[in-house]
């Protein structure tokens, strides 16, 4: 049986005795050893492969062209001082939305800020880092967290924590997304704390690592206080002691656990806040359970399948959780609760109500089984608890047979790749024969140390080969493209926005050109593409109200490309597609300050806009399109449906397309709006495509051509699938009444336009009548004054920020607060509390225990 107190390195190491800093030191060097084996196993197999930083930037490791080498290189402008925005707040994406609930959700692994150390055209290289340092601690902590659950050789644990920080959840989930990776060592930090629960000893420390966890990724964290308690009920259930010593265990982990969350309670309360008001994810539903033979092949190294739980950790621990249930030094009892807890586990990665306790009560976007890290911890366990009872030759044949048998039920499924059949057979057969001479050498140091010695290599080369392998499949598929980000394509843009920015007079935008899924965190500026977990529904909205495109249901927001919505916004200078060696050009436009004024109240209220040109025309203050009305021509004829918009009845394979012939102004510029349109137009001498799909994928505003003599036109829409279009989707823009609109707008801008980290204000005339528009869009959390008065949340136009100057005003002065901020810092306020409450009685405790004693001592002397 467990004992809460169990002789060896777990209390000889705390005693402070010379034989308890001996295994210190050499558990001190085995972790280190299992980290470089983790890590230099990783960088060896990024190095064969060619992966950057070892190869071509091209092949890049961390998903690059996603989310998070922008918001790494953002966060290297926050640290520099080169930002235009703070902590709090992001004027560079979305036209201005919130950051504080993105970086505690992609930039608190605390080896992200490393980014700071590097130049930032290399910012890539750090967030390889936050991945590889990330694997070097878990393994570390590991080999620390599995010499608590059983006393036995370090050098043997720490080869065994190589398949936990390299398992398969890390190659082939955790390792695109940094901020995950810390999850990997949130697992260990959640084991140690919950071992000193077991032994009632440091709860503020144990407090602190659950603080370090749930503040570095709350996502995995929960899943990791989840796996990490049901290891804790397993040893509490094979625990010998009084029922009312395990229940005092429980109330400690539970008052340690909610303490420690309660420490981070900022990060939960801003990102769930900002979770609640952003634009709401496509709806995901779980498609079903993989078949057995698939999922038993995940255990297996070397393949790559997404339609199952990442739980591979390697032949040398899968080889001895599989002899484990053989172990007879295992008492009966231990073996039952042990294989009981992982099946269970494994089935409820298939379960859908078990799959959202997991994943917080949400179905995730993506993968179903990201919470598979935890089996892959309990299995590492399990391979130690049976390598420290030294299994006999027998019983690692036995486990050895089991192997055999789930790789022929595995054999067929499309998992099981070369490289498996290699590392199964061939490094499983060398496992077995290293453990075998481990068990038959056990009193012979020398050739033991021998053996051990072989064993790394075995260990290092096949993680190494695994790593290789996974990522080879990977990067062979179709739709893992990463894109580039800083190549000198992408600096080259980086010198033109930021030469061109003149913030907060007017913005340089980055967009429509794309990089990356956020080029203004990588490329500086201010523009509208932003894609994060985060973006804000009232900003998805606005934007796509205007005309601006989007991705993913609007949780990817694109840029304007045409010239009203770029007025609108205060874009003065923009990059764009060319055919030229840098692949964009910078261009500028008559563009008015980012803070205008409008007269009267204007505001979004009881209106109904006809069309996105009437709604852009609203916004603007002035009238500068012609909007025909459409007529049928040839073609598959279209219907009308009750609310106006046409319904098109899709075309037969060469056969003729729908037309529709309008009538515009001639030399006016015709732009076409059907945000759900997929299919060819053709108009004007021109060609195009669009791939619109309601309502995941919106289209911009795309320009037709100029307008002939006549004034009459024809639009002709290719399409196979039947779809419907707005009523109004052509309006012709007038430049000459838009460059008038821009002027009137900068005849009456403020004198001066100011803008902090999360604020802008606006300076005007004295007496200034009319509305103050700031070209932000007015998500939640903006309050906003006028000449020092009360601050109110501000009125909206178009989805804007607006604010009314009453009987007359002269300064006008915004800003943002983040919601959920405040009682978060509460909650986290009373548990600092609690802690240097409980710190102190705990030193007061232990004076007047030392008092005691020493009066104890003085009076047997006399």
């Known amino acids: ?165 390299v398992s398969a959840w890390m190659i082939s989930d955790g390792f695109s997304d940094p901020m995950w990776m810390w999850g990997l060592v949130a697992f260990p930090m959640l084991g140690i704390a919950s071992d000193w629960c077991l032994r009632g000893r440091h709860w503020i420390p144990g407090t602190l690592l659950v603080f370090a966890s749930w503040a570095g990724n709350f996502y995995i964290a929960a899943m990791a206080t989840i796996g990490m308690g049901l290891v804790l009920a397993v040893r509490l259930i094979l625990e010998d002691t009084p029922v009312r010593q395990r229940l005092n265990v429980l109330v400690r982990a539970g008052t340690m656990t909610v303490t420690g969350v309660l420490l981070a309670a900022p990060v939960l309360t801003v990102s769930l806040k900002a979770s609640k008001l952003s634009q709401p994810a496509p709806d995901a539903t779980y498609k079903g359970a993989p078949s057995p033979g698939d999922y038993l092949a995940h255990l297996l190294p070397g393949g790559l399948l997404t339609s199952a739980p990442q739980i591979s950790v390697g032949l040398l621990p899968l080889l001895l959780v599989f002899s484990f249930p053989f172990i007879r030094r295992v008492p009966g009892k231990e073996r039952i609760a042990w294989c009981v807890l992982l099946v269970l586990v494994a089935l409820s990665y298939i379960w859908t109500p078990t799959i959202l306790l997991w994943h917080g009560l ?37 486990g050895a047979g089991v192997t055999a048998v789930v790789l022929a039920l595995a054999a067929r499924s499309p998992y099981v790749s070369r490289g498996t059949w290699i590392l199964t057979v061939g490094g499983g057969l060398l496992v077995l024969a290293l453990l075998v001479l481990l068990y038959r050498f056990r009193g012979d140091r020398r050739l033991r140390i021998a053996v051990l010695g072989g064993l790394a290599c075995t260990v290092f080369l096949s993680t190494a080969y695994t790593v290789f392998s996974v990522t080879a499949i990977r990067d062979s598929t179709a739709w893992w493209q990463p894109k580039r980000t800083l190549d000198s394509k992408s600096l080259a843009a980086y010198d033109a926005v930021r030469a061109h920015d003149d913030w907060p007079a007017t913005r340089s935008d980055p967009g429509p050109h794309e990089f990356a899924n956020n080029d203004p965190l990588l490329l500086g500026g201010e523009g509208g593409s932003y894609y994060s977990s985060y973006v804000p529904a009232k900003t998805a909205e606005a934007l796509h109200a205007l005309g601006a495109g989007w991705y993913i249901q609007g949780r990817h927001t694109l840029s304007f490309t045409d010239p009203v919505g770029r007025a609108i916004m205060g874009i003065g200078g923009y990059l764009d597609w060319a055919k030229n060696p840098n692949g964009f050009a910078q261009k500028s436009a008559a563009a008015p300050p980012v803070v205008t004024l409008r007269p009267g109240t204007a ?223 509460l909650a986290s306020g009373l548990a600092l509390v609690a802690l240097l409450a409980v710190g102190a009685f705990g030193v007061v405790r232990t004076r007047s225990s030392r008092f005691s004693s020493s009066t104890s001592s003085s009076n047997g002397k006399h």
């Open 1 to 165: 049986m467990l004992k809460t107190s169990p002789p060896g390195p777990a209390t000889t190491e705390e005693a402070g005795s010379r034989p308890g800093r001996k295994i210190l030191g050499a558990q001190t060097l085995a972790a280190t050893l299992s980290a470089v084996i983790s890590m230099g196993a990783y960088c060896l197999a990024m190095a064969v492969h060619g992966t950057y930083p070892f190869g071509s930037r091209s092949r890049a490791v961390n998903d690059l062209g996603n989310q998070f080498v922008p918001f790494h290189a953002h966060l290297w402008d926050l640290m520099h001082g080169t930002s235009s925005g703070d902590l709090v707040f992001n004027w560079g994406s979305g036209f201005g939305v919130p950051f504080l609930g993105d970086f505690f959700t992609y930039l608190m692994n605390p080896f992200s800020w490393l980014v700071g150390l590097f130049p930032r055209d290399q910012v890539e290289i750090p967030v390889f880092l936050v991945t590889l340092f990330s694997v070097g601690l878990a393994a570390f902590l590991m080999t620390v967290l599995l010499g608590r659950l059983r006393p036995g050789s370090p050098w043997l644990r720490g080869l065994l924590s190589v398949g936990y920080a």
């Open 362 to 398: 949400a179905m995730p976007n993506g993968s179903p089984y990201r919470a598979s890290i935890a089996l892959t911890a309990m299995l590492v366990i399990v391979a130690w608890l049976a390598l420290a009872r030294r299994p006999r030759p027998k019983e690692l044949l036995y």
């Open 603 to 825: 505001t979004d209220a009881k209106t109904h806009d006809a069309s996105v040109f009437a709604r852009q025309e609203r916004v603007l203050g002035a009238s500068v399109y012609d909007v025909p009305a459409l007529a049928p021509g040839a073609g598959p004829t279209p219907t009308t449906k009750p609310n106006g918009d046409w319904h098109l009845p899709g075309n037969a394979k060469g056969g003729k397309w729908t037309s529709f012939t309008a009538s515009c102004t001639p030399g006016t510029e015709a732009f076409w709006y059907a945000p759900w349109y997929t299919g060819n137009i053709q108009a004007l001498g021109g060609k195009s495509a669009q791939e619109g799909r309601y309502n995941m994928t919106s289209n911009t505003l795309l320009s037709l051509g100029t307008v002939p003599a006549g004034g009459k036109f024809t639009v002709a829409l290719g399409t196979r699938k039947a779809q419907d279009i707005p009523k109004f989707p052509v309006g012709c823009l007038d430049r000459a009444k838009l460059g008038a609109a821009v002027g009137q707008l900068k005849t009456t801008a403020p004198l001066e336009v100011t803008a902090g980290g999360h604020s802008i204000a606006a300076t005007f005339r004295k007496g200034t009548k009319g509305t103050a528009v700031i070209s932000t869009p007015a998500v939640t959390g903006w309050q906003c004054s006028v000449d020092g008065g009360a601050s109110r949340t501000p009125g909206t136009l178009g989805g804007l920020i607006a604010v009314s100057l009453g009987d007359g005003g002269s300064r006008v002065s915004c800003s943002y607060q983040t919601p959920g901020l405040k009682p978060g810092l």
